[in-house]
Every structure is written in C-alpha cells, then in structure tokens.
C-alpha cells in the first residue's frame, strides 16, 4: 500500500512504518491520520506480519508533535473531530494483534509523544527530547493524552509535564517509566531489531491475548479487567500455539508457533 504521508516497508514478518514528513520534523496533520488508520487497519488483518515498528523518517525526529501551521486554522467543531481522528489512530495502535515498538530518535513532543505512548514498547536513543509543550501554545495533550501519560507514569509527574510544557531528555524519560528501553543512538536499531524479532518468534495469539488483558487493564475497573483477563487467557489455551509452545518446552525443541 502507497501512502502520502508514511511509508510502510516489510521485512518477513517485521512490519515498520516510518512517518515521513521529516522537513515538518514528522508533525502529524490530517492526512498523517488518515494514512496510518489505513495502515494500521491492513496490518491487523495481515496475518504475516508479527511485530509493527514505528519511527521517524530523518535524524532529527520521530514526531514533533501535531502540525501547529494546519491547527491553527481549525475552529469549532473540526477540532473534536481532530481528536477523535487522532484518538482512534492511537487506540488502533494499542488493540491491534500485533505488538507495537515505537523506536525514538529526537524529538517525540505533543501528540507524539502520545503516538509513542500509545504502542507497547518504547525503545528510544540517547539524545531524544520527550515532552507536551501544548501547554505553550494555549491547548493542552487532548486525544487522550493527559489520561494516558496520568496512567502510564502516574500523576504527580503528568501533572508536572502537561502543566509546565518543559522538555526533558532520554534518560529522564528512562527513569519515568516512560520509556522502556534506552540505548546509545547507534544501538538504536539493532535494539530495535532485536526486540521486533525477539517477539516475531513467540505465539501470534499469545501476543494478541496479552494485549487484551494490559488493555482491559488500562482501560477498566479492576473486576471487569480480571474478567477479561479470563477470557484472554482461556482463548491462549485453545489454542494449537500454546500445545505447541508447551510441548517444544518437553522435547527441548524451539517452537514452531503458527498463530492459531
Ligand atoms: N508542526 C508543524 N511544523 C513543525 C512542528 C509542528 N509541531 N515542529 C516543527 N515544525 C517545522 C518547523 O516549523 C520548521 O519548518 P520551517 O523550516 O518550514 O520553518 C521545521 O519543522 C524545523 O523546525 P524548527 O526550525 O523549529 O527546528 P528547531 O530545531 O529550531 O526546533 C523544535 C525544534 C523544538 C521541535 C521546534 O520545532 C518546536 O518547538 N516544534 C513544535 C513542538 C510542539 O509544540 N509540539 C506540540 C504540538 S501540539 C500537539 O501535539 C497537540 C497534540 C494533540 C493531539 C493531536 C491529535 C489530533
């Protein structure tokens, strides 16, 4: 599939879309939305592909945020409508089969941030800047992006962030939580690499259930979320992947994982 504001490129099962509009240091506007709901929605159908990679195209981002030339124009209703544009792009990121790394170089401001933070795993470069300078130009991170940082790192940081608009560093964003994995800027893409194909090797299904029942976690009460939970771990064990992966254990073999 051609899209005008990412690429997509498969590696065997590794799917990695960069955002490409590097000379806006990747900002995301309408059409950005657009194509990734595009993407995204084919990759969840794409039984081939085991492991999504998000990144920024050039060395200086991975996305600065949303486009302030093009937001600056909307008024009225359209800026809702924005939001729930945005806010189903990263609720597809957080509910597709497929686990999601976003592998962060520079700047992962605003809503780019809330792009990161919305796939499963953040990998970023020493020399990255996180932050939500919204605050600087009379908005705040909506689309979900006070309450998703608020329950990620927990509030009294959040607050810190959304309310003061300040930038801060990779490191900084290691010991917050809110990155996973932190990796001097010329290991990031073996890093990367290394975790898309760690997970490329395990079960499609378990990979999927397991997003289900951190999902259900984020996004319920603690009853309902165990319930769900349940019922993810119920459809792993009927699965042919899970005799596979247990028998592979017993016969000291490397599994075979099919993804049913
Ligand atoms: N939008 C549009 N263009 C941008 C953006 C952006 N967010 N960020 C950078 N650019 C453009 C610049 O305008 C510039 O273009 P040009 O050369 O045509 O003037 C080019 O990228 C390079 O940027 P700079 O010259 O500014 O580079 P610097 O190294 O001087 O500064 C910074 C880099 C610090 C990253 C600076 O560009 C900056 O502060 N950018 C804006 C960051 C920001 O405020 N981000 C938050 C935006 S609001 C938001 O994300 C709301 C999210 C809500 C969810 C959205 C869902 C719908």
Do not use: W
């Not at 499963?120 to 309450?147: C, M, S």
């Not at 395990?202 to 029942?213: G, I, M, N, Q, R």
């Amino acid at each position: 599939m051609q899209f005008e504001t990412i690429l997509q490129e498969n590696n065997g099962p590794i799917a990695t879309i960069i955002m490409n509009r590097p000379d806006a240091l990747n900002a995301l506007n309408i059409q950005v939305f657009k194509d990734l709901t595009a993407c995204l929605l084919a990759i969840a159908k794409n039984r081939e592909i085991r492991v999504v990679v998000i990144k920024g195209a050039g060395e200086r981002a991975f996305v600065a945020g949303a486009d302030i030339k093009e937001m600056a124009d909307i008024k009225g209703a359209m800026s809702s409508e924005r939001s729930y544009l945005g806010m189903h792009v990263y609720d597809l990121l957080r509910h597709i089969p497929q686990p999601v790394i976003a592998s962060i170089n520079g700047y992962a401001l605003g809503g780019g941030m809330l792009l990161a933070m919305a796939c499963d795993i953040r990998v970023a470069a020493e020399g990255a800047t996180f932050g939500y300078p919204e605050i600087k130009l009379g908005i705040f991170p909506g689309t979900g992006g006070t309450i998703l940082l608020d329950r990620l790192i927990g509030s009294a940081n959040a607050r810190a962030i959304c309310l003061t608009g300040e930038l801060f560093d990779a490191p900084r964003a290691y010991q917050l939580g809110l990155v996973t994995h932190l990796v001097a800027k010329d290991a990031l893409v073996a890093e990367t690499a290394r975790l898309a194909e760690l997970m490329a090797g395990y079960s499609p299904v378990a990979l999927h259930e397991t997003k289900c029942a951190l999902n259900a976690s984020l996004e319920m009460a603690f009853e309902a979320a165990r319930e769900a939970e349940v019922a993810a771990h119920a459809r792993c064990f009927a699965s042919n992947d899970r005799f596979e992966g247990m028998n592979a254990f017993i016969e000291k073999r490397s599994p075979d994982f099919r993804g049913d």
